[in-house]
Each structure stands twice: as C-alpha cells, then as structure tokens.
C-alpha cells in the first residue's frame, strides 16, 4: 500500500496464477500448460517472420491481425467479421467484461469456476452472482434458464427475470471440475437469455467435447472464447480468440483499440497462424493426451481417488482419506508440484495437469509412496 495508489488499485483482488517454479527438473503438472512441443510449423514460421537479420521486428505488427483473423475463420468456418484476437484468451474475456458483460443487472458464473471472472468484475466494477454447481460439481442449465438456485443457500429455487441477468460465463469444460456440459445445454442457456451475452470460455473444449462455435450463427447472443495455450501447446506465445456475432465483435475491437492497438507481436501472428495450419499435429496431440488421461483417470481411481469426468487436459480429484493440502504439500516434497485450491467445496482436490505418460506415472508412484 502506497499513498500513490489509486482508490482503484486500492481495491483490487488480482488473479494469482500457478507458480512458474524456477527449480529444473521438476514434474510440473499445475497450470494445464501441454505436455507436448507445439506444431514444428510454428517455430518454422516464426523463423521466416524473424528473417535473416530480424529486421522486421522494427516495424510494427499488423494491428488487426488480418492474416490470423483469416487463419481462424477458415479453420471454424466462420467470417473474419465475427473472429476476434487477443494477448491470450485471459486479455480477450478482460475485454469482454468491460465491452459485454458491464451492465445494470448481475452477470452469472458458478460458484466453482476460473477464479479470474471475480477478479475482472471487481477491476471492471462488475455485479456479479454466483451460481452453485451441483452436488456432482456439473452445471446444472436450468440455474441459469429463469429458475435459479440463491446464491449461498443450495437447493432454494428463485425465479430470475430475464432483465435481471446482465450476461452469463462459465468454461466448458469447466475448470477447475473438467465437467462438460453437452451442446444442446448450451443451446438452450443461449436461447433462454436472448437479451443477455452468454460467453462459453472453451479453453479445454478440444480434449474431448463439441465447440459451440457452430451455433454462433443462429445466436447473436453468444460469445465463444478459446486459446492457444492449451490444445495448441502455445501457452508461452499469448494467442486467444473469441468468435461471435459482427457486433459483439466490434464491442471487443472498440475496447482493444482504445487499450492496446498491438496486442499480438508480429512472431505470435506468424506462429499461431501456422500452428492453427497444422491440423495432423494438433490431432496427434490431443489425441495422445486423452489416451494419458483416461490412464491417469484408471491409476488414481486404483489408488482410492475419486475422480470426476474429466473432458480437459487435467483431473480433478479427491481422496476420501487424504487432506488434499497435505497431500499437495507432499507431492511437492516429491518435486512434483499439482495445484490445490483453498476454497470452499473444492479444498480437498487436487487439480491435476495431465503430462506425458511418464510424467503421469511418476505422480502415480509418488502418491502411491505417501498413500502408504
Ligand atoms: C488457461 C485458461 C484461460 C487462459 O488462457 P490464456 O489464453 O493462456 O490466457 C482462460 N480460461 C480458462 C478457463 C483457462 O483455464
């Protein structure tokens, strides 16, 4: 505290995120980043942007990012009117708080979801209610189809007009859960709010369930948002986008072009584009890490773990004798680091990153050792 600081920062309750430990050799399965290298094109395609003597980094990139708005259009069957990018889909969903979702009335998320949409309403001046997930930690759409649950008290029905919800956000699949929810829920979210912005954040959609993408032309009410960083392999490139309605677009484009006219640096437009190209490695990969989730699902279950659906690139998993602090504190002794969240509901989980098969393995033994 500083008396420099603005009532605005005084307020603020930033994001933290999972550490980015500087410890090699570390079996690091805490932030979801992809076990595996990203497409070879990429780093091909950065090189030819570079040059021979990178002289073109002196000039400023493009600011729309034509040739990647191009690039994900084509890949989604889309138009580039309705393709937004961004510094990371974390800079997209900060845009589409302030552009969509900053209105008179409340917006929703579940109670047990990505901690940083809190974290934009509170920068934003955003009024938020949560919405308690199920007893089986799945959203459950009629909380958010006019017959909700109140908040803090599970299982009360309330009835919410539909003037009364200023927009609607959840991942799909749900983080930290990895619960899907399927597409005609979805659907029917959408269509049950057509005077609200239903924002699917689909960070994990491509390790196992349906984009929502395809609908974005039968709702002008909704905004997919996905990135880079996870089915991709480019969490260290920052390439987010978000897809919807022209005019929810410009939203995005009017706040991004009153904040930062570059977001996306000349070597993230070449490498996302070219990793957006190369679809047989993309498959392979998410291929490889759904087959390594489906074991990890099976080795944690045989070691007592119960451990929910997962259509992501983690695991969210309790032990019914186990503290789940104690048990990250001591895989971490192992030099293994998972992420535990101390919040109600979820503290006894341990969130999961899935890795290679080897790494995976190694958390299997470790547990195994201090499971006794
Ligand atoms: C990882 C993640 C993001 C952010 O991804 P970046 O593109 O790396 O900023 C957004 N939403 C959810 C739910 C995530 O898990």
Redesign the pocket.
């Known amino acids: 505290m500083s008396r420099f600081w603005s009532q605005v920062v005084r307020d603020l309750t930033p994001y933290v995120p999972g550490e980015q430990p500087k410890i090699a050799n570390l079996v690091k399965l805490n932030t979801?980043e992809n076990p595996y290298p990203p497409s070879p094109r990429v780093l091909a395609a950065i090189q030819e942007e570079l040059g021979e003597d990178a002289a073109r980094l002196r000039l400023y990139p493009d600011p729309n990012a034509d040739r990647l708005k191009a690039a994900v259009a084509a890949r989604y069957g889309v138009t580039a009117s309705q393709v937004f990018v961004g510094n990371?889909?974390?800079e997209v969903?900060a845009h589409v708080f302030m552009a969509l979702l900053k209105h008179e009335a409340p917006i929703l998320f579940p109670d047990i979801t990505?901690s940083f949409y809190p974290v934009y309403c509170g920068l934003y001046g955003v009024d938020y209610r949560t919405v308690p997930l199920a007893d089986d930690f799945t959203i459950d759409p009629a909380d958010y189809i006019g017959q909700r649950k109140h908040p803090g008290s599970r299982g009360q029905p309330e009835k919410m007009a539909k003037n009364e919800i200023g927009g609607i956000i959840f991942?799909n699949p749900n983080?930290p859960t990895g619960c899907l929810l399927a597409l005609d829920a979805i659907e029917r979210i959408v269509s049950a709010n057509p005077d609200a912005v239903v924002v699917v954040?689909e960070?994990?959609i491509d390790f196992g369930g349906e984009t929502a993408i395809g609908l974005v032309d039968r709702h002008d009410n909704l905004l997919v948002v996905h990135?880079l960083?996870?089915s991709r392999s480019l969490?260290g490139l920052r390439v987010?986008f978000a897809v919807g309605h022209p005019a929810l677009i410009e939203a995005l484009e009017r706040v991004k072009n009153s904040f930062n006219s570059y977001p996306l640096d000349r070597l993230a437009i070449a490498g996302a584009v070219a990793a957006l190209d190369d679809e047989p490695h993309f498959e392979r990969t998410c291929t490889a890490v759904i087959d390594s989730r489906r074991q990890l699902t099976s080795d944690l279950a045989g070691l007592g773990f119960e451990v929910l659906p997962s259509a992501a690139n983690f695991v969210f998993a309790r032990h019914p004798q186990h503290d789940g602090a104690a048990l990250a504190q001591a895989l971490r002794q192992r030099s293994i680091i998972v992420r535990h969240f101390r919040l109600p509901r979820i503290d006894q989980f341990l969130r999961i990153t899935v890795g290679t098969d080897a790494e995976c393995a190694a958390l299997t033994e470790a547990l195994r050792a201090i499971l006794g």
């Open positions: 979801n990371g889909s974390d969903l990505y991942p983080a954040d960070a994990y990135t960083s996870k969490a987010g």
